[in-house]
């Protein structure tokens, strides 16, 4: 086999090579692309840190929305009259998974308190004085 050949069959393997990277090029392009749509639909987080960052709950989620019956209502609701608020049956299913959902947020102190057994009211309840002289109660 001559030099020729050799070289033919080099510049035809790296032809062969540069059309993979190209595709995988593309490929990675438009991947790229998709995960910045994708962080378009996420709301902008202007807050410096963990400590000042607002939690923001997906819109019409069962959690927005029972934010929303807490802020129409003014005062920390009993389980059963959230997922009423929420438009879910009072099922077993619908309690727990609620209640479940809503007590994680209260361990983590964000957005959501517990005053009561299955009793959820807002953070933001705490932060204004109440009528007993600016005493929060907290059971």
Request: aromatic share 6%; proline share 5%.
């Amino acid at each position: 086999m001559g030099y020729r050949e050799t070289l033919s069959r080099l510049i035809e393997k790296k032809d062969q090579e540069l059309a993979r990277l190209e595709s995988d090029a593309a490929h990675l392009r438009s991947y790229i692309e998709g995960l910045n749509d994708a962080l378009k639909t996420l709301p902008k987080d202007t807050a410096n840190g963990p400590e000042e960052r607002q939690h923001v709950l997906r819109p019409n989620s069962a959690l927005a929305r029972a934010r929303d019956a807490l802020m129409r209502a003014g005062q920390p609701l009993y389980i059963d009259d959230l997922l009423l608020a929420v438009g879910k049956e009072l099922t077993p299913e619908n309690r727990v998974s609620l209640a479940g959902t809503l007590s994680s947020y209260v361990r983590g102190g964000r957005v959501f308190t517990k005053t009561a057994p299955n009793t959820f009211g807002l953070l933001e309840f705490n932060e204004r004085p109440s009528e007993l002289g600016g005493v929060v109660l907290n059971y």
